[in-house]
């Protein structure tokens, strides 16, 4: 190193380091001459100085400065340039994020990574990550944070930059603590908080302190909690965090909460809340409001909670408004949400009824109604966000217009629901659903209304993706009741029955909340065993928002088109018959949308010719489009929006309409039909179920109908004929849906045939012109490709979930001997079916679904076990006696699989 220069380069380095950021480039402009290999060993060495002090930022604000200039020849400043403008970008961000603004932070982190990058500036580079990271988790979106924190922490280490890497380590933790993993989380905080102590650095070893609390409290080990906020508190305090000094304050008051110390919990919640006013953090000050609000309701102050829960409301308001990004207000409201519900606890406990409606109403679907009024509608978007919401003169009008009966639903807390009912005159009633009884089970609302579904035949998974298995006290009894869809209408309908409409054809429209999309509401069952939809024509929407645009969008595309587009059994890409999808062409299915065509006097487009090319381009032109083919609700293209149709492959396209790829068109179809699987699920959300249903709207569809799990072709083929008949003959197309429903019914004995389906949207009449069908025409004999085993395992479901006397009579006509192997007992059932075509109908349905989704794996000496229990518990059902039907023995020998055998 020129010693005579160490002077002025020691001068350089020390007005860099005390320089505002940015003026890095002008200071180093002005001495041009010192820029050379000396200046870059004195800034390392200087570096090395600065670190035995403890001055780490300057320190690696130094090894920057030095690594730009040693490995960049002729353009130093242009590049130091670049990088003082990132640090000003992170900086800004920084700040941005501080006073909650979330899309301005993310906007500024995103900026200052590409830069990073493009000089090479790891260090930099890694902070924009961790904080990219920091902001998907403050809007609820965790898997992807965690991505971000796991390349900024690969960087850190990389590079050697421990405090960096520490605090990636801490930024870990939070996000596994948000999916409570709570272990994990305290894995990564022991961590944290390891190297910050190695280091010195107080701000992380306070942070890891109170981390660690806040994954104690988690486990509900309180005092361990308090111990580590207060040791947390009494650093921040130290270093001057004020931000961090108002978070521990408000973990001790949370601690004391649950520890039902109500009045110590209030005072530190006060305190928190003054520093995050004074130092702008609004959604710190959203969660002190909250949180105070829920102390004052534990303490029956109702008035004093309502003010704080409604200025906690207001600032949440305006946080998601500002939100640019659909995804980010959806998953950034759904961490916020307890607020809301808070609110309506409140507002019901001071009997004011309607207020708490119209907090439920802004609740849910905010973003998608703000999509739809940007999307569909040609009048004015409001110009601020108090405009975008629902009042009560606006629903009781809506209801009035519609002449309908509104039933909102609003899960509040795990043991209550509210349940509002607005009535066509504009009356509005409020209820509620106690769901102790569930808890007294031992089980969740959610578990019920899966298990609902299973009693009924479909197949459920819990969250971890095991099977659900139905307990026997659940199974259909012998006069033909099923449990659980009879919890349900005790839960849900028994509250509000006398409210509801005595006239049949009065649509009611239920607004679910939740797990409540799962429900079949059409199939609930009264202590009668009469169906819902037997005394009541039903529809659904997400929310009363959303049925007044829908109602607006359908006044412009009513009759603008004639035409029908009827897509049955599409060719399926390799690619889906494989795991996890394992998706096989549905048996009957093109006979199904043939069927379905000729009624509509036109063509199905089936197999080889349904690509996606195709359909995609007849839809922009299609009054009616009707779909059967199969649909997932996996997020292939993780785009936030789960749903696909898989539709026929060409070229390098495999054939698979995203829910995306919907959102991209412009249609004005009246009515979609999604007769494919599950197109009705998708994620739910307080925005409703975000998936296939949602995006048909939102592309310019005012009524769709989607089903709620998976039914058979001839089940469907029925139906649906039925409703395009029923719409002909001038019927609007709820009461249309319910007396296809019903007619259904009276072939297919079972809900898992005629229930699936529930329409969105509006109601209106639809004028066409239609082809009467026998239902002869509809009868169909046991598929020759159907295997032995499906043609088995379809009867033994058939016994499990259908009505008694669907067999009353034809049962003990049924022989088997206990010598029969899998191949002999199927000829048996068909030939057995021959003359009887109701039973042979509703079997045929049971075997289209199962090469729906592919056969069991289960052996063939299994499958006949299982045939022989459903006969004996059948026997008993049914009193017949002991000889009728030969189910007793040994389990049979197996015999060979036919062709194409499972």
């Excluded at 979330?102 to 830069?115: C, K, M, N, V, Y």
């Excluded at 600032?315 to 409201?333: A, G, P, V």
């Excluded at 106690?434 to 609302?445: A, D, G, I, M, Y």
């Excluded at 088997?816 to 509703?842: F, G, Q, R, Y």
């Amino acid at each position: 190193m020129n010693s005579e220069r160490q002077p002025a380069y020691l001068n350089l380095i020390n007005q860099l380091l005390t320089c505002p950021s940015g003026e890095e480039p002008e200071i180093l402009n002005t001495h041009p001459e010192l820029l050379d290999d000396g200046l870059v060993a004195a800034m390392l060495e200087e570096a090395d100085n600065l670190r035995k002090f403890g001055q780490l930022n300057n320190a690696d604000r130094l090894k920057d400065f030095a690594g730009l200039l040693g490995k960049v020849d002729g353009d130093f400043l242009a590049v130091i340039a670049l990088k003082a403008e990132a640090d000003r970008l992170l900086e800004r961000g920084n700040q941005q994020y501080k006073i909650s603004q979330f899309r301005e932070a993310l906007q500024s982190w995103e900026q200052a990574l590409t830069i990073y990058r493009e000089i090479g500036n790891r260090q930099g580079e890694a902070a924009s990550l961790g904080n990219l990271g920091l902001a998907y988790n403050s809007i609820g979106q965790y898997q992807k944070a965690i991505k971000f924190y796991e390349q900024s922490l690969d960087i850190d280490r990389k590079i050697g930059n421990r405090e960096g890497e520490a605090i990636s380590l801490g930024n870990l933790g939070i996000a596994y603590q948000s999916l409570e993993q709570y272990q994990r989380a305290i894995k990564f905080y022991k961590q944290y908080l390891e190297i910050s102590r190695k280091i010195g650095f107080r701000q992380g070893e306070a942070d890891s302190l109170g981390n660690l609390g806040i994954a104690y409290q988690s486990l509900e080990q309180l005092a361990k909690a308090i111990k580590f906020y207060k040791q947390s508190l009494e650093i921040k305090r130290e270093i001057i965090d004020r931000q961090g000094e108002a978070n521990s304050l408000g973990n001790l008051g949370t601690a004391y909460q649950w520890l039902g110390q109500l009045a110590k919990a209030i005072k530190f919640y006060k305190q928190s809340l003054e520093i995050k006013r004074e130092i702008g953090d609004r959604k710190g000050e959203a969660n002190s409001l909250a949180n105070l609000g829920y102390s004052f309701l534990k303490i029956h102050q109702m008035a004093e909670a309502e003010t704080a829960l409604r200025a906690s409301v207001q600032i949440i308001e305006t946080l998601r408004y500002e939100l640019l990004n659909d995804d980010h207000k959806i998953s950034f409201f759904e961490t916020k949400i307890l607020a809301y519900h808070l609110l309506q606890k409140v507002l019901v406990a001071r009997s004011q009824f309607n207020e708490a409606l119209e907090i439920s109403e802004m609740s849910r679907t905010r973003a998608f109604v703000e999509l739809l009024q940007q999307t569909l509608l040609t009048n004015e978007l409001p110009t601020n966000n108090e405009t975008n919401k629902l009042s009560i003169p606006k629903i009781q009008q809506i209801a009035r217009d519609r002449n309908s009966t509104i039933v909102e639903y609003s899960i509040v807390e795990s043991d209550i629901i509210y349940i509002w009912v607005i009535q066509p005159n504009g009356n509005i009633t409020h209820r509620a659903a106690n769901l102790q009884p569930l808890k007294q089970q031992n089980q969740s609302l959610k578990q019920i209304i899966l298990k609902t579904r299973v009693s009924i035949g479909t197949n459920e998974t819990d969250d971890e993706g095991n099977k659900i298995q139905l307990e026997s006290q659940y199974n259909r009894d012998e006069t033909g009741g099923f449990p659980l869809l009879q919890l349900l209408h005790q839960i849900l309908i028994e509250p509000i029955i006398d409210l509801l409409p005595t006239d049949a054809n009065s649509p009611i429209i239920f607004i679910p909340h939740y797990d409540l999309f799962l429900v079949p509401f059409a199939a609930l069952q009264d202590s009668n065993n009469r169906y819902l939809i037997e005394n009541h024509t039903i529809l659904t929407s997400p929310s009363i928002q959303v049925l007044e645009l829908t109602r607006e969008h359908q006044n412009r595309v009513r009759g603008l088109r004639q035409a029908a587009l009827i897509v049955g059994d599409p060719t399926i890409h390799p690619n889906f018959q494989l795991d996890p999808h394992n998706l096989r062409q549905i048996p009957r299915a093109k006979e199904a949308a043939e069927a379905i065509a000729a009624t509509l006097q036109t063509q199905a487009i089936s197999g080889d010719n349904a690509t996606k090319v195709a359909i995609l381009d007849r839809m922009l032109n299609t009054r009616i489009v009707h779909l059967s083919a199969h649909g997932l609700i996996d997020d292939f293209q993780s785009s936030g929006i789960p749903g696909a149709i898989i539709l026929a492959p060409s070229g390098d396209d495999d054939g698979a309409i995203h829910a995306i790829d919907i959102l991209q068109l412009k249609l004005d179809s009246e009515l979609v039909v999604l007769s494919a699987c599950s197109t009705g699920r998708g994620k739910i959300t307080g925005d409703g179920v975000i998936g296939l249903s949602r995006c048909f709207i939102l592309a310019g569809v005012p009524s769709i109908i989607v089903s709620l799990w998976n039914m058979g072709a001839p089940a469907a083929q029925l139906l649906m004929t039925e409703f395009y008949q029923n719409l002909a003959r001038g019927d609007n197309r709820a009461v249309a849906l319910r007396r296809a429903m019903l007619e259904t019914k009276d072939v297919f004995m079972t809900p898992l045939d005629w229930a699936p389906f529930t329409l969105i949207g509006e109601t209106e009449t639809l004028p066409l012109s239609t082809e009467k069908t026998d239902l002869r025409r509809l009868l169909m004999s046991l598929s020759d490709k159907a295997t032995s085993k499906q043609i088995v395992a379809g009867l033994t479901k058939l016994l499990e979930i259908s009505e008694p006397k669907l067999f009353a009579e034809h049962l003990s006509a049924l022989k088997i001997s206990e010598t029969d192997n899998v191949d002999i007992i199927a000829e048996k059932i068909k030939e057995w079916c021959k003359t009887k075509p109701k039973i042979e109908l509703n079997l045929e349905s049971k075997i289209s679904l199962m090469g729906a989704g592919g056969t069991d794996s289960d052996a063939p000496e299994e499958v006949v076990r299982e045939l022989y229990e459903a006969l004996k518990k059948n026997k008993i059902r049914l009193g017949l006696s002991r000889n009728s039907v030969a189910v007793e023995g040994a389990a049979p020998t197996v015999g060979e699989e036919g062709p194409g055998g499972g």
